[in-house]
Every structure is written in structure tokens, then in C-alpha cells.
């Protein structure tokens, strides 16, 4: 079955600074897609970021971008200008052949003020 | 608003009791689906259901049960069979390939 690994379970990050969440992917499929939801305290999944396999360019919705490095298989997430309200678990998730998501563990991001 | 509820937020279960989790979404989407979520950790997937009256095993059915008798309502029944439910339980849906919608979510204690 596909894989998604997040190797960093908790990151700090100081408000107005940039941090990039890691998120790698284990598939031999040729179409797939890479999201990246926010999941604060209160428990709903936010979706951020969209990345198709065949988009050519990184994928970019406000302060978050998307790093992807289709031969590294990494689809890591930028937030730029981070804000106190950014702190929050982050799962990255590939979408299976089937359609279906496979969510990785997670990352605990805490803003500093 | 167009979403998806989920209810209740908080739910308490007692030993061997069966409980069940509504999700109802108002979407027209098609394919819902069905997570748990333990403490620090991932989401796994129970069950899902890509059109109504037909529902697949997730990675972690046991313990667990569906019904999809209307496009809009997917709800989970927690059996006595689950020897260790107390999960944040997530529910989604999906229309297309761009992601999924999820619900608020049900927190579930066994006491």
C-alpha cells in the first residue's frame, strides 16, 4: 500500500517566520494527487493545498506553497509569514488509485510570539 | 451553508454497549467516508461508501459497522465487538478528485 511519511512530529517556528513541514510518499502509480490539511485543536480538517502529480509548477494558495520533487517523491509544505493562529497538527495525504486518502501521522506546528 | 454534520460532538459509551455516530452531509456528494483518529496520530480509514446501498472495509473495520440507505447519511455504529473505541472519529466526503470535505468530528470516551 501507498506510504506517506511525516519525520517530524512537533516543529517550532517564531511568528513572521517562515517553516516547511516534511512529507514524503512511497507509490509506483503515475497519476496521483497530494494534499496537505491543517487540523486545529478543535478538530476539523482545514484543506490547504492541492499538488497534482503531472502539475509542473509547485502548487501556491496564500502563505502556503507546496514544494513538490516528483523524483525525490517529497510534497513538503511552506507557510511563509507564520502567524500564532498557524499553530495546529498538519497532515500530509496522497490520494490511491481508488481515490481513496492516505493520511500521514502528522505534525504538531507551535507558533512562538 | 453546504457541509457536512456531525453529531454528537461528545459521545460516552459503556462497556459492551453499541453506539452509533451521524454523519449527514447536504453535499451531493457521493462517496463518503468514515476515519479514527488516536492521540498524536494519523488518520485510518474504517469504511467508506462510493454509492448508496454498497459500503467497502477501511484498513480497520473490525469492530465497526455501516448502513448507506440515503445519499446524505453515513452513520457508524461502534459494536461491542471494538474492544478499544475511544478515537476522535472523523467523516468525510467527496465529490471528484480535489480532496475531501470532513466534518466537525465525534469524540468518543468509553466509561
Known amino acids: 500500500a501507498q506510504k506517506i511519511t511525516q519525520t517530524q512530529p512537533g516543529m517550532f517556528v517564531q511568528e513572521k517566520e517562515a517553516v516547511t513541514l516534511d512529507c514524503t510518499y512511497d507509490?509506483?502509480?503515475?497519476?496521483?494527487?497530494l494534499f496537505w490539511y491543517k487540523q486545529p485543536s478543535s478538530g476539523e480538517m482545514i484543506f490547504l493545498i492541492y499538488q497534482g502529480s503531472y502539475d509542473e509548477q509547485n502548487a501556491t494558495e496564500g502563505r502556503y506553497s507546496l514544494n513538490f520533487q516528483k523524483a525525490r517523491k517529497s510534497a513538503n509544505l511552506v507557510i511563509s509569514a507564520s502567524q500564532l493562529g498557524d499553530s495546529a497538527m498538519y497532515f500530509c495525504a496522497m490520494r490511491e488509485p481508488n481515490n481513496d486518502m492516505r493520511f500521514g501521522a502528522g505534525t504538531r506546528l507551535t507558533v512562538k510570539p | 451553508d453546504g457541509g457536512i454534520t456531525q453529531s454528537p460532538k461528545y459521545l460516552f459509551r459503556k462497556e459492551g454497549q453499541n453506539v452509533t455516530l451521524s454523519c449527514e452531509q447536504n453535499?451531493?456528494?457521493?462517496?463518503m467516508y468514515w476515519y479514527r483518529q488516536d492521540p498524536g496520530q494519523g488518520l485510518r480509514l474504517i469504511y467508506y461508501?462510493?454509492?448508496?446501498?454498497?459500503?467497502q472495509k477501511g484498513d480497520i473495520a473490525e469492530g465497526y459497522s455501516v448502513s448507506r440507505e440515503k445519499k446524505e447519511s453515513f452513520p457508524l455504529t461502534v459494536t461491542s465487538a471494538q474492544k478499544n473505541p475511544t478515537a476522535f472519529y472523523l467523516c468525510a466526503s467527496k465529490a471528484g478528485i480535489y480532496g475531501y470535505t470532513f466534518g466537525s468530528g465525534t469524540r468518543l470516551t468509553v466509561v
Open positions: 507509490t509506483s502509480d503515475q497519476s496521483y494527487g
Open positions: 453535499l451531493n456528494h457521493d462517496a
Open positions: 461508501s462510493q454509492i448508496v446501498n454498497d459500503f
